[in-house]
Structure formats: C-alpha cells, structure tokens
C-alpha cells in the first residue's frame, strides 16, 4: 500500500483552470493511477486514469479538458490538469492506485491507496 496525498484544490470561476498534485510515498512508474471525484450526494466516479505502460482513459464528462499526467522526473508525482472548469465539476477529487495494472476501467473495485481529496469548487 501506499500513502497519498491530494492538493492544489481551490476556488475558480467556470471557464477556468485547475492542476491537482497526487504525492505517493513510493514511485509511481510500476502503479496504475486514478482519479477519482465526488460531487455532494453522488457517487465516486472515476474519471482519468494512467496505467504503468502510460496509457490513459478519460471519462467522457472530463475527455478533452482534463489531462493526466506522471512526473517521470519527481518519480512520485501525479497530476490532473483541468482546463474550462464547469460547475459541474465541483467535487472533492481523490487519487488511487493499484499494482495490478487493471485500472483503465477507473472502477473503484480494486483500487488499494486512497489519499483523502482536495476539493474543487467552480461557480461565478
């Protein structure tokens, strides 16, 4: 298992950006990374992921405006870029991860590591 933690949530205007940061106590480079978000009174959705061999899945709400990426310098690092913000993207975003590359789906099922999210809120 391995500890993470969420940051760079905050409060932007719709149209707006937004890059979260997934910190592990371990590298990532073996690991398949998720973001996941939820909105109040939904459920956890996953909305971009990054498998080990670099593939990426995006949900369709997200595909086109936000991007997830490795910093293969840092090692430990992970990112979610987002770019036009809607309100509907207000939610608490959370990063997971698991070892046996099979996080393409985005389930939550199976994920292992949890940080504890970073909220976003987008309104005018």
């Known amino acids: 298992q391995v500890d993470l933690v969420e940051s760079g949530g905050g409060s932007v205007q719709p149209g707006g950006s937004l890059t979260l940061s997934c910190q592990a106590s371990t590298y990532i480079f073996n690991l398949c990374m998720v973001w996941f978000r939820q909105a109040p009174g939904k459920k956890r959705d996953g909305i971009a992921a990054?498998?080990?061999?670099?593939?990426?899945?995006y949900a369709d709400s997200v595909k086109g405006r936000f991007t997830i990426t490795r910093d293969n310098d840092k090692g430990n690092v992970l990112y979610l870029q987002m770019t036009n913000l809607e309100p509907d993207d207000t939610a608490t975003y959370y990063c997971?991860?698991?070892?046996?590359?099979?996080?393409?789906?985005?389930?939550?099922?199976?994920?292992?590591?949890w940080g504890r999210g970073t909220l976003v809120t987008v309104s005018p």
């Open positions: 990054l498998h080990s061999d670099a593939r990426k899945t």
């Open positions: 997971a991860a698991e070892r046996w590359g099979a996080c393409l789906s985005r389930s939550a099922r199976g994920m292992e590591s």
